[in-house]
């Protein structure tokens, strides 16, 4: 396969915002990278507070961290993926090295923004960069969109891993957007029921009629605290 020399990629630029611009393409520098194109990218809650923000040290910088595409190019030593393959990524890469990657905490790696900045966090673009053991294969039935949130989904079951949420349960989850919505379909999945609170009726009726919830609260219209007691 030929591939181009140049990728389209939106560019941060002084004002906050981004232009659409052609960049070199990234390339496999170790044996066990891969090159992914996108075909899906999320925006995520912390692209939309950094929109229109000036900040002179992001200049120039490409970002996007949920992300979903196709395997294009593999390293030598890469044998879990191979050309073709459909595939989510997790974005968060860290050194490897430090104590808290040996212990499997890479989320807090010191290095850890450095490091996904110039590799697979740069969603939106065309293709990106980076180590073949941060890649999934996607089954067939499960599209690019979904694909690219499952870093969203891998939160919410990290909670419940921690919490140790079961059957019979009653959890709440204060904020209704992305992560709280999919936290609160993780906790269905467990047995558990869930209330959850937000301040904007939207979400909260996106929550019990598409997810399901025991109850909804709107907290400014009801003491969350009190409310909770008196349903548990």
Same mark, same amino acid.
């Given at each position: !396969? ?164 079961? !059957?019979?349960?009653?959890? #709440? ?18 047995? #558990? ?40």
């Amino acid at each position: !396969m030929v591939l181009p020399k140049t990728r389209k990629a939106a560019v941060k630029t002084a004002e906050g915002t981004f232009e659409i611009k052609e960049v070199p393409m990234p390339e496999i520098t170790q044996p066990d990278y891969v090159l992914v194109k996108v075909r899906g990218s999320g925006v995520c809650g912390s692209d939309l507070h950094s929109w229109k923000v000036p900040r002179p040290e992001s200049v120039g910088r490409i970002t996007g961290h949920e992300v979903a595409g196709d395997v294009v190019a593999v390293g030598e030593d890469v044998t879990n993926v191979k050309p073709s393959d459909r595939v989510g990524v997790d974005t968060v890469i860290g050194c490897g090295k430090c104590y808290w990657c040996r212990v499997g905490q890479y989320h807090i790696c010191p290095q850890r923004s450095e490091i996904r900045g110039r590799t697979f966090a740069q969603g939106f673009s065309e293709y990106i960069v980076g180590p073949a053991d941060h890649v999934y294969k996607i089954p067939d039935h499960v599209g690019y969109g979904e694909a690219a949130i499952m870093d969203v989904y891998g939160t919410s079951v990290h909670a419940i891993n921690r919490t140790n949420t079961h !059957m019979g349960q009653t959890v #709440a989850i204060f904020g209704a957007g992305p992560i709280g919505q999919s936290l609160l379909d993780q906790v269905n999945v467990t047995g #558990a029921n869930g209330i959850i609170i937000d301040i904007i009726d939207s979400p909260l009726e996106f929550a019990e009629n598409t997810i399901g919830a025991l109850e909804t609260i709107n907290s400014t219209e009801v003491d969350p605290v009190k409310r909770v007691m008196e349903l548990t």
